[in-house]
């Protein structure tokens, strides 16, 4: 899906509520472990209330990991993992029906792993990545080079409108400005994100200079820059 960074979340969210059935178990991936910190509360906070929310990444104790895990596989409600690539491998997680990477992953390798973890043992699932228009296009025709072809999602049919995506960037803020422990959790997860962006394998189509940066503040909310 092009989607540009304002309008990953009110995507994601037109996505969930479109699905039918509604997916029970769902995996959202971001860059940074920093992310998963900050938008696990700002996602609390926009999803519907069918969907329990669980993070999982790398810098957890790894009793938070486990118990975290755990809850995730035993969920029989709508519930989503919210992770870094930690969850791309290795683990092993039943019935997912839908996968979303908000971030691409650095290693191209992940890419597989990561949509792998849907609709395995004959089960149908879904995988969307979220490329930002522009240059990130240029990943579609990277990844068929490396016999991982991907198609446009067309349905269900996601169109955002530029006021969807600045009343969800509205109700970011209002949180983040009712805590200013959220507020530091996204300052310093915008800078681990960047950062990361910077450091990806496919450097000539990830490129730092090329992102808008108003547009990105909008998509995490941001009060200042």
Same mark, same amino acid.
């Given at each position: 899906?092009?989607?540009?960074?304002? @309008?990953?979340?009110?995507?994601?969210?037109?996505? +969930?509520?479109?699905?039918?059935?509604?997916?029970?178990?769902? /995996? /959202?991936?971001?860059?940074?472990?920093?992310?998963?910190?900050?938008f696990?509360?700002?996602?609390?906070?926009?999803?519907?209330?069918?969907?329990?929310?669980?993070?999982? @990444?790398?810098? @957890?104790?790894?009793?938070?990991?486990?118990?975290?895990?755990?809850?995730?596989?035993?969920?029989?409600?709508?519930?989503?993992?919210?992770?870094?690539?930690?969850?791309?491998?290795?683990?092993?997680?039943?019935?997912?029906?839908?996968?979303?990477?908000?971030?691409?992953?650095?290693?191209?390798?992940?890419?597989?792993?990561?949509?792998?973890?849907?609709?395995?043992?004959g089960?149908?699932?879904?995988?969307?990545?979220?490329?930002?228009?522009?240059?990130?296009?240029?990943? /579609?025709?990277?990844?068929?080079?490396?016999?991982?072809?991907?198609?446009?999602?067309?349905?269900?049919l996601i169109?955002?409108?530029?006021?969807?995506?600045?009343?969800?960037?509205?109700?970011?803020?209002?949180?983040?400005?009712?805590?200013?422990?959220?507020?530091?959790?996204?300052?310093?997860?915008?800078?681990?994100?960047?950062?990361?962006?910077?450091?990806?394998?496919?450097?000539?189509?990830?490129?730092?200079?090329?992102?808008?940066?108003?547009?990105?503040?909008?998509?995490?909310?941001?009060?200042? +820059?």
């Amino acid at each position: 899906l092009l989607t540009p960074p304002s @309008h990953k979340f009110p995507a994601l969210l037109s996505l +969930l509520s479109q699905l039918e059935p509604t997916p029970q178990k769902t /995996i /959202i991936y971001l860059s940074t472990c920093a992310a998963v910190d900050y938008f696990q509360y700002i996602l609390s906070a926009l999803l519907p209330n069918q969907f329990s929310l669980i993070p999982l @990444h790398g810098k @957890h104790p790894s009793n938070v990991r486990q118990k975290n895990f755990s809850n995730y596989v035993k969920a029989i409600t709508p519930t989503i993992l919210l992770t870094t690539d930690v969850a791309a491998r290795g683990l092993d997680i039943p019935q997912v029906d839908l996968v979303i990477q908000i971030d691409p992953p650095s290693d191209p390798k992940a890419f597989l792993h990561r949509c792998g973890r849907a609709g395995r043992a004959g089960r149908k699932g879904l995988s969307v990545i979220f490329l930002q228009p522009g240059r990130e296009e240029d990943y /579609i025709p990277f990844l068929e080079v490396r016999k991982t072809p991907i198609t446009p999602l067309k349905r269900p049919l996601i169109a955002v409108t530029d006021e969807d995506a600045g009343l969800v960037t509205s109700k970011m803020r209002k949180e983040v400005l009712a805590d200013r422990a959220l507020y530091d959790k996204g300052q310093r997860a915008f800078v681990s994100w960047v950062k990361a962006y910077s450091k990806h394998q496919a450097s000539s189509i990830f490129r730092v200079t090329d992102l808008d940066w108003t547009e990105l503040g909008n998509g995490w909310g941001l009060v200042r +820059l």
